[in-house]
């Protein structure tokens, strides 16, 4: 199993078995071509895959093929993979998840609160409806995807590219959801963090309180965004228009 | 130097330059949107505060001012007669068809979690829903007294 670990330990042989997964049996030329590696390359790394017995080969002439062989894989996902998709595990995983986030509750890094004249039926719609969030939404006047547990919310720029996208972790109607923050904004590679909104009735008023939990370094600017998202939909539940930025 | 603590916050209203610089000057506008329903009067520079019965809370007076765009007041609350005065800025910058009002509130010698930054949150969003809608606000104001 060491073997099969140091194999996939390299993005060029999983480049080649990704190879041979779409053409099964290509020459050493084959590959060689594929890869825009030297035939030495290739070489090097086929020897490893094969004494890893990921790939076996066949000799027909002058020409060696190779061939995927997904048994030493299969052993490994059952071995390594499927045990802990078990629905036990799983459930222990999201107890530890929801532990740690419990822990973190006291001290988020960004949090707001702002007080809406409206009713608590009409903030919950505004919170967990697409198309009012995209009605009050600063920067984005699309948003695609309902919030619900494990769903994803996309909020859409005019230049049609997703700018957030948030997927539900926690639902307790008219008083909590907790979301993941994906910050697409910032590029591919900025990291996710995840935001909590609790609402509160308090008489003819919601208090709506927003926190921002593992933000990163460089990330102080959120701020301003649930600034000025929370004041448009203030704005919008109290007199039906939004406060949308300058565009 | 030491820094002591600050309470900072910004939001967004739907309003002119003109309407937001009055209703924070004005200090017959106080009562449409403070938290509690205080009433404020003005004499010359010195503004102050009381309670629906009266009983006075809050002095403040003007320290700068700059028409429409800043405005820097004393903070001198009667409950804490013996700590030094607190700062108050507002600034007011127009973004489009609204304004930007940040809200500063320095040399503070308490922190401002313990109530004074949830004052703030109260009072700004009662003057934002009375300039957007013309109805006074009072977040909090009724419902508070009731828990006390």
């Known amino acids: ?247 | 130097m030491t820094e002591k603590p600050k309470f900072m916050m910004q939001t967004y209203i739907r309003c002119t330059q003109d309407a937001l610089w009055d209703a924070l000057r004005d200090a017959d506008a106080f009562q449409h949107y403070d938290f509690l329903e205080q009433r404020a009067k003005r004499e010359g520079d010195n503004v102050t505060y009381m309670m629906p019965d009266g009983t006075v809370t809050l002095h403040a007076r003007d320290l700068e001012v700059v028409p429409k765009t800043r405005l820097v007041t004393s903070f001198e609350p009667t409950w804490a007669p013996d700590d030094p005065p607190s700062r108050i800025t507002y600034e007011i910058a127009v973004e489009g068809d609204f304004c930007c009002l940040t809200v500063l509130h320095e040399d503070l010698t308490n922190d401002p979690s313990d109530g004074t930054g949830d004052g703030w949150v109260r009072s700004i969003a009662g003057l934002k829903t009375w300039l957007e809608t013309g109805k006074p606000a009072h977040f909090g104001g009724a419902y508070l007294m009731e828990q006390m």
């Open chain 1, 1 to 247: 199993m060491d073997q099969i670990f140091k194999a996939l330990n390299d993005p060029t042989r999983r480049a080649i078995l990704d190879t041979l997964r779409q053409q099964d049996g290509q020459s050493l030329s084959d590959l060689e071509a594929k890869l825009t590696l030297t035939r030495f390359g290739v070489m090097k790394h086929l020897r490893v895959l094969e004494s890893a017995d990921l790939i076996g080969t066949r000799k027909v002439g002058r020409f060696k093929y190779h061939y995927l062989n997904a048994l030493p894989m299969q052993a490994l996902m059952d071995r390594w993979v499927a045990p802990f998709l078990q629905p036990q595990a799983r459930a222990l995983s999201e107890l530890k998840t929801n532990l740690e986030r419990e822990t973190r509750m006291g001290k988020p890094d960004f949090m707001m609160q702002i007080f809406i004249r409206c009713t608590l039926d009409a903030l919950w719609r505004a919170l967990t409806q697409a198309d009012e969030m995209g009605r009050y939404h600063f920067a984005c006047n699309v948003v695609r995807g309902n919030v619900a547990i494990g769903a994803a919310t996309a909020f859409i720029q005019p230049n049609g590219d997703a700018m957030l996208r948030q997927v539900t972790t926690e639902l307790d109607p008219k008083s909590r959801i907790a979301m993941t923050f994906e910050p697409l904004f910032m590029g591919p590679a900025a990291p996710p963090s995840h935001m909590v909104y609790l609402i509160d009735e308090q008489g003819e008023t919601c208090k709506l309180t927003i926190q921002h939990y593992d933000m990163a370094l460089g990330q102080d600017g959120f701020a301003e965004g649930w600034a000025r998202l929370a004041v448009s939909l203030k704005t919008y539940l109290e007199t039906g228009n939004a406060l949308k930025a300058a565009m």
